[in-house]
């Protein structure tokens, strides 16, 4: 690390900095600073050659005046994991593009004058470094990664038709990358784990209708360039891919509720049938108890007010099951309310069905008490009218 430090240290202190070749070239004149950083450059395992007035010095270089001019070479430039290179353009092209996906451990840009890890972030390597997350979430939501002999990666995509994205950019992409922020959005929708599987796929169809008709070079350039119009492509999609999802969902907790309200309406209408059936029977069974006989009067009258009697029960029983059909209507109108509120599309989907058990709740609730009053008042009136005809009859 001391040999990186005094290598940028001496760049900064040079008249001009190149990287020509492998090697690193500076025009400085000589200081009292020289000396130590060519020795801390020595030390560190870096080759430097130093030329004055055309002939080489041997380093250190304390013999020559101060304010003399020199050319310095630092040769080898060729370490992963100290890099130096003219500028970010260069670092993208550095050994085939190794840098396109990953920054190395260390590295100076001498147009840029930056080195890794000073403060503030010079705004190209926050671009660069952008870029690279940007790689990272193609690589997350790509089918497949394919890598070629030189190390270049390329993102496969199946979705609906195939397509290839080969991940190089240039430094002039860089002007073009989206912020931090807007990155981190459309990293927090796609790579959600809710709905995460439907989620990526929903991307992949928006990057594919995105790219189909790009030059397959400079599709990759172009997603950086559009990242905008891809999300807004992708929330579009997966916002439709909700209503369907919601929709079902929403359908089957419906159809499971409408279950529900069936069978407690024709629980309660089988336990109030069978109580009342019971009544208009018991009447005519009473009607036929009734006989033209003087000392049976007093019976007559009885089995009358029996009649009127169960005719009372009837009555409070067909109150009771119409009170219980309304508790359950409002029950209902209660769901349908919220299901409204909730998504009026969904309702109006729903619709057929939530008419049709309204009907049935309907018809549970003024059909079924109205054909028993009508069988409850035909039986009560006819036993009162057989009561009549034989108090009116002559005894026999």
């Keep these: 690390m001391a040999g990186f430090e005094s290598i940028v240290q001496l760049c900064r202190l040079a008249e001009t900095s190149t990287i020509a070749g492998t090697d690193l070239v500076l025009h400085a004149r000589k200081s009292a600073e020289t000396s130590p950083l060519l020795q801390a450059i020595e030390a560190a395992q870096w080759r430097t050659t130093v030329v004055a007035d055309g002939s080489e010095l041997i380093i250190p270089v304390d013999k020559i005046s101060d304010n003399k001019e020199i050319v310095i070479?630092?040769?080898?430039?060729?370490?992963?994991?100290?890099?130096?290179?003219?500028?970010?353009?260069?670092?993208?092209?550095?050994?085939?593009?190794?840098?396109?996906?990953?920054?190395?451990?260390?590295?100076?840009?001498?147009?840029?004058?930056?080195?890794?890890?000073?403060?503030?972030?010079?705004?190209?390597?926050?671009?660069?470094?952008?870029?690279?997350?940007?790689?990272?979430?193609?690589?997350?939501?790509?089918?497949?990664?394919?890598?070629?002999?030189?190390?270049?990666?390329?993102?496969?995509?199946?979705?609906?038709?195939?397509?290839?994205?080969?991940?190089?950019?240039?430094?002039?992409?860089?002007?073009?990358?989206?912020?931090?922020?807007?990155?981190?959005?459309?990293?927090?929708?796609?790579?959600?784990?809710?709905?995460?599987?439907?989620?990526?796929?929903?991307?992949?169809?928006?990057?594919?209708?995105?790219?189909?008709?790009?030059?397959?070079?400079?599709?990759?350039?172009?997603?950086?360039?559009?990242?905008?119009?891809?999300?807004?492509?992708?929330?579009?999609?997966?916002?439709?891919?909700?209503?369907?999802?919601?929709?079902?969902?929403?359908?089957?907790?419906?159809?499971?509720?409408?279950?529900?309200?069936?069978?407690?309406?024709?629980?309660?209408?089988?336990?109030a049938m069978g109580k009342?059936?019971?009544?208009?029977?018991?009447?005519?069974?009473?009607a036929s108890q009734m006989k033209n006989e003087v000392e049976l009067a007093l019976a007559n009258k009885a089995l009358l007010v029996g009649s009127f009697i169960f005719a009372v029960i009837a009555l409070m029983i067909l109150i009771s099951y119409v009170l219980s059909i309304l508790h359950l209507r409002d029950e209902f109108n209660v769901e349908v309310k919220i299901l409204k509120e909730r998504s009026f599309p969904t309702y109006r989907k729903l619709a057929p069905m939530v008419r049709g058990l309204k009907f049935r709740i309907q018809v549970h609730l003024w059909g079924i008490p109205g054909v028993m009053l009508t069988l409850l008042a035909v039986t009560t009136c006819l036993t009162l009218s057989a009561y009549k005809a034989i108090v009116v009859a002559p005894v026999i």
């Excluded at 840098?99 to 590295?107: C, G, I, K, R, V």
């Excluded at 009342?276 to 009473?286: F, H, K, N, R």
């Design 73 to 271: 070479y630092v040769h080898g430039m060729t370490r992963s994991s100290e890099v130096f290179v003219n500028n970010i353009g260069m670092l993208l092209k550095y050994d085939g593009g190794k840098f396109l996906y990953t920054e190395p451990s260390n590295f100076y840009l001498i147009q840029e004058n930056y080195s890794r890890g000073e403060v503030p972030v010079h705004k190209v390597v926050e671009q660069y470094r952008r870029a690279i997350r940007i790689v990272d979430f193609i690589r997350q939501i790509a089918d497949d990664i394919r890598q070629d002999a030189s190390g270049s990666s390329s993102a496969v995509f199946l979705t609906s038709r195939k397509l290839l994205v080969p991940l190089t950019y240039q430094n002039w992409d860089l002007d073009k990358v989206v912020e931090d922020s807007e990155i981190e959005e459309i990293e927090n929708e796609v790579l959600k784990e809710h709905h995460g599987e439907a989620r990526k796929d929903i991307a992949r169809r928006a990057l594919v209708r995105l790219l189909a008709g790009v030059q397959q070079d400079e599709r990759f350039s172009t997603f950086i360039r559009s990242m905008r119009n891809f999300r807004e492509s992708f929330l579009a999609d997966f916002d439709i891919y909700i209503s369907a999802f919601n929709f079902d969902k929403t359908r089957d907790d419906f159809e499971r509720k409408k279950l529900d309200y069936v069978i407690k309406l024709n629980a309660i209408g089988n336990d």
């Design 276 to 286: 009342l059936l019971a009544i208009p029977v018991g009447q005519g069974l009473l």
